[in-house]
């Protein structure tokens, strides 16, 4: 059996933050990401309630930048998703519709990328990704 860790941790190293980000099943009856959108964790937390104990995490989700992966790459695209004012879209989600952890990539644009940016920037200093389905052979499975 495999076992994956998702990291949350507002100090990661003394570097900054570490919000790993994962496939979230939405639809169990599709296949790949088009039954799955993609997810940042920020936080685990768990309650218990009328005897029933509900292990939970709250996420940052992402948009699909389209209906298919793109032609050029292969990989799917995703941005962050926001609400109609312009908040990040934000929720509690179940534990257990968490598949695994998913790569991104910056879609970088032609211009170089500022020396201070440090990787627990990327998921606000860049308005796209791609879900890289080359990350491991998990990842080349599932995000076609």
């Not at 929720?91 to 500022?114: E, G, K």
Request: hydrophobic letters at 40%; proline letters at 6%.
């Amino acid at each position: 059996m495999h076992r994956e860790y998702i990291c949350t941790a507002p100090m990661w190293r003394q570097e900054g933050p570490r919000y790993d980000c994962a496939f979230i099943i939405m639809d169990p009856e599709l296949e790949g990401m088009r039954g799955m959108d993609v997810a940042c964790i920020l936080c685990f937390f768990s309650f218990k309630t009328g005897g029933i104990f509900y292990p939970c995490a709250i996420v940052q989700w992402f948009d699909h930048l389209g209906e298919a992966p793109d032609e050029l790459t292969g990989m799917w695209m995703v941005c962050p998703s926001f609400t109609c004012n312009h908040q990040r879209n934000l929720a509690v989600i179940h534990v257990d519709t968490i598949f695994r952890a998913v790569h991104l990539i910056p879609i970088y644009r032609q211009d170089f990328v500022p020396q201070e940016i440090a990787p627990c920037h990327s998921y606000n200093a860049f308005c796209g990704f791609y879900v890289n389905r080359f990350a491991d052979h998990h990842a080349f499975e599932i995000a076609y």
